[in-house]
């Protein structure tokens, strides 16, 4: 145990699978990165080597927690899995995260981090019982459903194992698959990684402490426990209930503060019925969030939701225990209980063509979530669903699928939204080419966008690309809806690029919208710019969406990042230089949570919901945290600063990885449909979400100022990297002629 | 044979000064008696006292675990785990009270039904009778059973008898970790986002032991 430091649990476990060697090291090396993210990165940036696949034997993953993890402090549970990712093109970087039990349990067992290398020549688990670990053989394990996995792990070590484990879809090597951990959580993009290590597992009892730092008193985190639950709103930060209540002043429909009057948990034993929330009364803080409502609708969410759930250390409670009894009668599932949270729910929804609330939507989304979450599946954020709808309303399938494979296909049972498709559906996509027949659908939809298109992004023909013949023939698909005649390229070859209900975002990396522009305009746009997957950031979110009038968001906008930094959504200015700070600024939090490791839909608290207080949150609860738990006074802007130095050392990562010295060209570049969706509308208008590409050109100049990134390449200068600490990360770019002269 | 459920219904009261014995204390602490005989004294005797119980009301628990956290946080040295925690949801977050079922889809837990049931101290004398050194004592002011650490060796029989095996020995400190109703103001019920876990009256706690019983048996 390291003495020096609270938080952090002093050592990283380094597990090498193709020797079997366990060995361990301190976390200090890793102080300056902070946790999580930081530790994943800087493993990832130390062990670079040219040109290899995500599913290498060279390739690392690194499992890591925070300093904050296991110690209480709120929402602090989440964590973070960086690696190569076979679902971005060139398998760049990305980390994923899921929240749970895990990196408690990974911090009382003494450490910081685990970091996984080499190949095991035969499936193994990795069992960590304190200073015990060991891998073990999982011949058995190996084809088993994600559930049953985690059953036979805890029947092996006890109940209060957390278990991350991966699905058949990771075993077989399916780009979009997950890593997950009990209670619905789950990573993505990095299920097959795992797989090509042959390590389908990990178990965790840990029986140790996180210690906090000894100058830290119980009545300090009592109190800043406090001032957290004084200001803190429901999931991602409502601050005001969706709809009236008594006490509230506002109400708002973008809040996710659902919880209220009408709002029952009718599955429970007893069910229990909500009436007010008021933001002060601190034991009905977990009934506040009650996502149920809006994947479900309220009469469906009132007849089958139970409770609410979610991870360690947290009193929002952001999941969704679902009790859909027919999953057993009618689905011939062993369970008639699901949990879940966003795209667990909405990805079987999206494939399946976006019915309306009711029955069939229930079991659409119940039944879809039980075979993704079993197969351990990633939606890549809706980008397998948004394919597998759009083409098939496209009739595309039938001319991309050999003529026998779409007869076998029941497509009778999707047009009539009957969930027992899921079945077949998911099975597909896991179990790839082992899949009866040619199973073109599921090898396609399981293996990531990129790999099927040209830099227009117009399709190859399928099996061409399956098969890895040489020259592959395109596909020759065409715009051809009575929906695409408003549009000019009505006719065209298709594009997935030009395809606005494809939602491919990010054009270079093939990555879909994820609070994008849809949500805040170009400060949405710029994030998603810069991250080699969507970054999953919520920092915007949790201001924008928090309910408070629009005046009052503008207010606080403008108070941390200048005139304008906020439009109302769909409604959008030009870009200016408080949209690129606050860009950044929300980039940097981002990586901050993926770091200490805390929940990125809970922080940062700008806003609250006390009039007493204006309403005014408190942006430096993250550093007050850290100092408390590790005892190393840090004010924000410090822990921003280490914050940033994870972010500058992502994006020379990916320079390096993808060896190529302009971002600007070749990384930051958005898909057609975002500049040219909404014909009769031009950039500026209301009530469309369309960028300007002139604009976005300003937007790149501006954020690449903030950042201290190169204006024409969008690589961060030798200054820059200096000043963060990176002095070494400018040398190897410099040495390989990737540094801005 | 009058069985507990008729007791209660028969309007049993739970009064302050009283020593109790057999079927109803049983009850209430879970402290094994399968029997109704209400005149054997070997059973564990309650000596009831001001102050009561907590009791988690698992239709309610959202397994965030806040109340084992708020638990370290108040017990001597800021460290938190589920080892220092003298309530535990931990031991059966995932697979319920019995552990890994072969039909653990059907069982408690968040790997089953969802229903998640916390195990918290019921104050029975247990411990306080087979601890050797006497280092278990009551609190006259909160009627909590607490544990002197001066006098504690750690030689674990408290926790090995607890009825509802929520003692642990502090592996570093060697000492019984109890709870001692945080001089009564509990802290875990001051966390809790649901108002799961309350500290009850002793008459009230008889309802909310039932239900909670009812929730430990297999399904
Ligand atoms: S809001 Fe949801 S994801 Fe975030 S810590 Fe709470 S339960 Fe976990
Ligand atoms: S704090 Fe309350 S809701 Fe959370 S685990 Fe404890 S009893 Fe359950």
Redesign the interface.
Same mark, same amino acid.
Do not use: H
């Given at each position: 145990m390291s003495n020096k430091f609270g938080g952090w649990a002093g050592y990283v476990l380094r597990v090498n699978l193709t020797t079997g060697l366990i060995t361990k090291e301190t976390t200090e090396t890793y102080h300056d990165y902070i946790g999580g993210m930081g530790i994943g990165y800087k493993v990832l940036w130390d062990n670079h080597a040219d040109g290899i696949k995500a599913t290498d034997e060279e390739n690392r993953l690194v499992i890591s927690a925070g300093p904050l993890s296991g110690s209480g402090a709120i929402c602090s549970a989440r964590t973070t899995i960086t690696s190569r990712n076979p679902v971005i093109r060139n398998h760049l970087i990305t980390d994923g995260h899921f929240g749970g039990h895990f990196s408690p349990e990974l911090k009382f067992a003494g450490y910081d981090a685990i970091i996984v290398e080499g190949k095991s020549p035969t499936p193994v688990w990795l069992r960590i019982e304190d200073d015990k670990v060991t891998l073990e053989p999982a011949d058995s394990l190996w084809g088993v459903g994600i559930f049953d996995t985690f059953a036979t792990i805890s029947k092996l070590m006890g109940q209060q194992a957390q278990v991350a484990a991966i699905g058949p879809g990771g075993e077989n090597l399916v780009a979009q698959s997950t890593i997950q951990t009990q209670g619905g959580h789950s990573a993505g993009g990095h299920g097959s990684v795992l797989g090509s290590k042959k390590l389908k597992a990990i178990g965790i009892i840990g029986t140790g402490t996180v210690d906090i730092a000894e100058s830290t008193t119980n009545e300090q985190l009592r109190a800043l426990d406090d001032h957290i639950l004084g200001i803190i709103g429901a999931n991602n930060n409502g601050v005001v209930p969706n709809q009236p209540q008594s006490w509230a002043e506002y109400s708002s429909t973008t809040s996710r503060w659902r919880g209220g009057p009408g709002v029952t948990w009718g599955a429970a034993d007893t069910p229990v019925i909500l009436e007010e929330t008021p933001w002060d009364d601190r034991q009905k803080v977990a009934m506040r969030t009650s996502m149920a409502e809006s994947y479900f609708g309220r009469e469906e969410a009132n007849k089958i939701f139970k409770r609410p759930g979610g991870c360690h250390s947290c009193p929002i409670r952001c999941f969704c225990e679902i009790k859909n009894p027919k999953m057993k009668t009618e689905y011939k599932l062993p369970t008639e209980n699901i949990t879940n949270v966003c795209l667990g729910f909405l990805d079987p929804w999206y494939a399946m063509g976006k019915p309306s609330h009711g029955e069939k939507r229930t079991d659409i989304q119940t039944v879809g979530g039980y075979y993704m979450d079993n197969f351990g599946i990633w939606s890549a954020y809706g980008q397998l669903s948004h394919v597998m709808r759009e083409f098939t309303a496209r009739s595309f399938w039938e001319i991309l699928l050999p003529a026998d494979e779409f007869a076998a296909i029941n497509w009778a049972q999707y047009a009539d939204l009957d969930a027992h498709f899921m079945q077949d559906f998911y099975t597909r996509i896991a179990y790839g080419a082992s899949y009866e027949g040619s199973n073109i659908l599921g090898r396609t939809l399981g293996r990531g966008l990129h790999n099927f298109i040209n830099d227009d992004g117009e399709l190859y023909h399928l099996e061409d690309i399956l098969n890895e013949v040489e020259s592959p023939r395109m596909a020759g698909l065409t715009f051809a809806l009575e929906s695409d005649e408003h549009y000019e390229f009505y006719g065209k070859a298709y594009s997935v690029f030009l395809d606005s209900h494809l939602k491919v975002f990010n054009r270079s990396m093939v990555g879909g919208v994820h609070h994008a522009s849809e949500s805040a305009g170009q400060v949405g746009a710029l994030l998603n710019t810069v991250f080699n997957r969507d970054p999953q950031c919520h920092s915007h979110i949790n201001l924008i969406n928090c309910g408070l009038p629009w005046a009052k968001i503008a207010e606080v906008a403008e108070s941390m990042w200048g005139p304008g930094a906020f439009d109302p959504v769909k409604h959008y200015t030009a870009m200016n230089t408080s949209k690129a700070k606050f860009a950044k600024w929300c980039l940097v939090k981002n990586v901050l949570h993926d770091s200490l490791t805390l929940c990125n839909w809970m922080f940062p608290l700008l806003v609250s919901p006390d009039v007493e207080k204006d309403y005014l949150g408190d942006s430096s609860i993250e550093s007050q945290m850290f100092s408390l738990v590790t005892g190393v006074k840090t004010t924000e802007q410090e822990l921003d600063d280490k914050a940033e130095t994870v972010l500058q050392l992502h994006r020379a990562l990916t320079v390096l990885q993808m060896n190529e010295p302009n971002q600007r060209d070749n990384h930051d570049v958005l898909a057609e449909w975002v500049y040219d969706l909404d014909s009769d509308k031009a950039f500026g208008d209301e009530g469309t979400i369309k960028m300007d590409r002139d604009d976005i050109q300003v937007g790149l100049d501006m954020f690449y100022a903030e950042m201290g990134w190169d204006n024409a390449t969008g690589v961060p200068t030798r200054a820059t990297l200096e000043k963060f600490k990176l002095g070494y990360v400018a040398d190897k770019l410099e040495g390989l002629g990737l540094l801005p002269a | 044979m009058i069985t507990r459920r008729a007791l209660l219904a028969n309007g049993a009261k739970v009064a302050v000064g009283t020593v109790y014995y057999g079927t109803l204390v049983s009850f209430l602490t879970g402290c094994g008696s399968s029997s109704d005989d209400d005149t054997d004294t070997d059973k564990p005797i309650v000596e009831v006292l001001p102050g009561g119980l907590m009791v988690v009301n698992p239709?309610? =628990?959202? !397994? =965030?675990?806040?109340c084992e956290?708020?638990c %370290?946080?108040?017990h001597g040295? %800021?460290?938190?785990?589920? %080892? *220092?925690a003298r309530i535990k949801v931990?031991? /059966?977050? /995932?697979?319920g009270p019995h552990?890994?079922q072969d039909n653990?889809?059907?069982q408690r837990?968040? @790997? !089953?039904?969802? *229903?998640i049931v916390p195990s918290t101290c019921r104050q029975c004398d247990v411990c306080m009778t087979v601890c050797p050194q006497e280092a278990i004592s009551i609190n006259e002011t909160t009627g909590a059973r607490v544990v002197n650490d001066s006098l504690c060796v750690g030689c674990g029989y408290c926790a090995d008898k607890c009825p509802q095996q929520v003692i642990t020995i502090d592996?570093i400190t060697r000492k019984s970790l109890k709870c001692d109703l945080c001089e009564g103001n509990p /802290?875990c019920a @001051?966390?809790?986002? *649901?108002?799961a876990i309350k500290f009850y009256t002793w008459e009230d706690a008889v309802a909310e032991v039932e239900l909670h019983e009812k929730y430990l048996a297999l399904v």
């Open positions: - | 239709v309610m =628990c959202v !397994g =965030c675990r806040r956290i708020a %370290s946080w108040s040295k %800021s460290a938190v785990s589920p %080892s *220092t931990a031991k /059966n977050l /995932n697979f552990g890994v653990y889809e059907d837990g968040e @790997q !089953g039904d969802g *229903t592996k /802290n @001051q966390v809790c986002p *649901t108002g």
